[in-house]
């Protein structure tokens, strides 16, 4: 039996649904997804198996301008992601069309030395006859070698992009066993859960400043387990709104990710939170370490 095996990156602005579609690809949750743009911050990959191929996916943070040291570090990521792989898919929000950042990374890859497709993602939210020209516009500006438009959200034309991707990737050997779906450690899984929740219950600066590491993970005898999360926000003020009204606030962000968590890991989980305010975090080489990420400079 000949198998398949490659790596695919996943890239584009924030806010492009990539998160959306590799979950949609993997058919499960691996990446954490929200109405927010700059929820990914590291790399995450989700092996997906199709036929006799083995395709890793690896999910990367939105490219956009980067100011802080926190966004420095995840724009790195994303672009060391789209070089290190077989192929670079560039998802890009059908809606939003062709906009600057887009333009940018566009200008980026046309100079790359890995083959290129095109996403054209959410095209839900467009009428029809605004995607083949939309397509046009943006293939003239970078070598891409297929073109796909696809509902992340939906699944509508999900499966023919699996199959493709299947059918391109190099023969050789699988890379991971075929029921892993994911590289993401369980402690740094519960991290990202949380903010996930953050991301969608706080608005304005909260969710762009706080930060989430698992301190604590202790299984118990029942089967069930106790993990500890702390909160990081950059300032006092960013503390108040996390833990909110009585601590309602942050009561609600508990329960959604331990209702989330339970139901990932099949198991009890018994969810405590402590909000910290670390000033310039973001800007902390230690920190943006703890996130698994590689600081740039
Ligand atoms: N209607 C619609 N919404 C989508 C689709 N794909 C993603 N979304 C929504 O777009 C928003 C952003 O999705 P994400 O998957 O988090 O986007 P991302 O590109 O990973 O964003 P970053 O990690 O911030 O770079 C979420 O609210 C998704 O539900 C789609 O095909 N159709
Ligand atoms: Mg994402």
Redesign the pocket.
């Known amino acids: 039996m000949t198998t398949r095996c490659g790596t695919v990156a996943v890239l584009?602005a924030?806010?492009?649904?990539?998160?959306?579609?590799v979950n949609r690809l993997a058919g499960a949750k691996v990446t954490i997804?929200?109405?927010?743009?700059?929820?990914?911050r590291f790399r995450i990959r989700a092996v997906v198996m199709r036929g006799e191929a083995q395709i890793i996916l690896t999910?990367t943070?939105?490219i956009f301008r980067p100011r802080r040291r926190l966004d420095r570090a995840m724009v790195a990521a994303a672009w060391g992601g789209a070089q290190d792989a077989d192929l670079d898919c560039l998802?890009v929000d059908s809606r939003a069309g062709l906009t600057e950042p887009v333009r940018e990374i566009l200008a980026r890859l046309a100079s790359g030395r890995v083959p290129l497709w095109l996403v054209l993602?959410?095209?839900?939210?467009i009428p029809r006859e605004r995607l083949l020209p939309l397509a046009a516009e943006i293939t003239a500006l970078a070598p891409f070698r297929e073109t796909f438009m696809?509902?992340?959200?939906?699944g509508d034309g999900v499966d023919r992009l699996l199959d493709r991707l299947a059918e391109a990737m190099p023969e050789g050997p699988y890379l991971f066993p075929e029921d892993e779906l994911s590289d993401l450690p369980d402690r740094m899984l519960a991290a990202e859960i949380v903010r996930e929740q953050i991301l969608r219950l706080t608005h304005e600066e909260v969710p762009h400043h706080a930060s989430v590491e698992t301190e604590s993970w202790q299984e118990r005898e029942d089967g069930s387990v106790r993990v500890d999360c702390t909160v990081y926000v950059s300032r006092p003020g960013q503390k108040a709104i996390l833990i909110g009204e009585k601590g309602a606030k942050i009561k609600e962000i508990g329960r959604r990710a331990r209702a989330e968590l339970t139901a990932l890991l099949g198991r009890p989980v018994h969810l405590f939170l402590n909000v910290k305010d670390r000033p310039g975090w973001d800007e902390e080489r230690g920190r943006i370490r703890a996130l698994g990420l590689e600081d740039p400079e």
Request: aromatic share 0%; hydrophobic share 25%.
């Open positions: 584009g924030p806010n492009a649904g990539k998160s959306t579609l997804v929200s109405p927010k743009p700059q929820t990914t999910d943070p939105g998802v993602n959410k095209i839900d939210l696809v509902s992340a959200e939906t």
